[in-house]
């Protein structure tokens, strides 16, 4: 029996290509294009804002499926800090996230770490964690205050 395969993620050779992918797929709902993100490991991990560790694809699978039944995510990645060494990098950002239609367009932020390792396949998603969102917009990331040193 002939089995398609697996939809390949594309543009993939930088962690900023992943991220790219990552958010356009979160915002249009679509669940294929977004788990080709991801590295081809069991140990992959994600955390949805107040949410369980999930540990694996088919957990990180279901969880995205589950997302999507409502539509995408309006997510934009802002304030994106990364750091990158041989084969690992790690972005920490704060997504600004549109709310559900009121009188005014409304956002909630929320604290994001996205860890990447350079795989035999390119770069790939290793780890997504997503705090629980904030009603105000974070200050762009600064040295800890003296006056608390």
Same mark, same amino acid.
């Given at each position: 029996?002939?089995?398609?395969?697996?939809?390949?993620?594309?543009?993939?050779?930088?962690? $900023? $290509?992943?991220?790219?992918?990552?958010?356009?797929?979160?915002?249009?709902?679509?669940?294929?294009?977004?788990?080709?993100?991801?590295? $081809?490991?069991?140990?992959?991990?994600?955390? %949805?804002?107040?949410?369980?560790?999930?540990?694996?694809?088919?957990?990180?699978?279901?969880?995205?499926?589950?997302?999507?039944?409502?539509?995408?995510?309006?997510?934009?990645?802002?304030?994106?800090?990364?750091?990158?060494?041989?084969?690992?990098?790690? %972005?920490?950002?704060?997504?600004?996230?549109?709310?559900?239609?009121?009188?005014?367009?409304?956002?909630?932020?929320?604290?994001?770490?996205?860890?990447?390792?350079?795989?035999?396949?390119?770069?790939?998603?290793?780890?997504?964690?997503?705090?629980?969102?904030?009603?105000?917009?974070?200050?762009?990331?600064?040295?800890?205050?003296?006056?608390?040193?």
């Amino acid at each position: 029996m002939n089995h398609p395969k697996p939809l390949q993620a594309s543009l993939l050779a930088s962690p $900023d $290509d992943v991220e790219t992918q990552f958010y356009e797929a979160l915002q249009q709902g679509d669940l294929a294009r977004l788990m080709a993100v991801w590295a $081809d490991d069991d140990e992959v991990v994600c955390v %949805h804002p107040g949410g369980p560790r999930l540990i694996g694809s088919g957990a990180i699978r279901g969880s995205f499926e589950a997302m999507f039944a409502k539509g995408g995510v309006p997510a934009q990645p802002e304030q994106v800090h990364r750091l990158q060494s041989l084969g690992v990098a790690v %972005h920490h950002l704060v997504e600004r996230v549109t709310l559900p239609p009121g009188n005014e367009t409304r956002y909630a932020w929320v604290l994001v770490t996205n860890v990447y390792l350079n795989t035999a396949q390119g770069w790939r998603m290793a780890a997504h964690h997503a705090s629980p969102g904030m009603a105000a917009r974070p200050e762009p990331a600064t040295e800890w205050p003296s006056t608390l040193h």
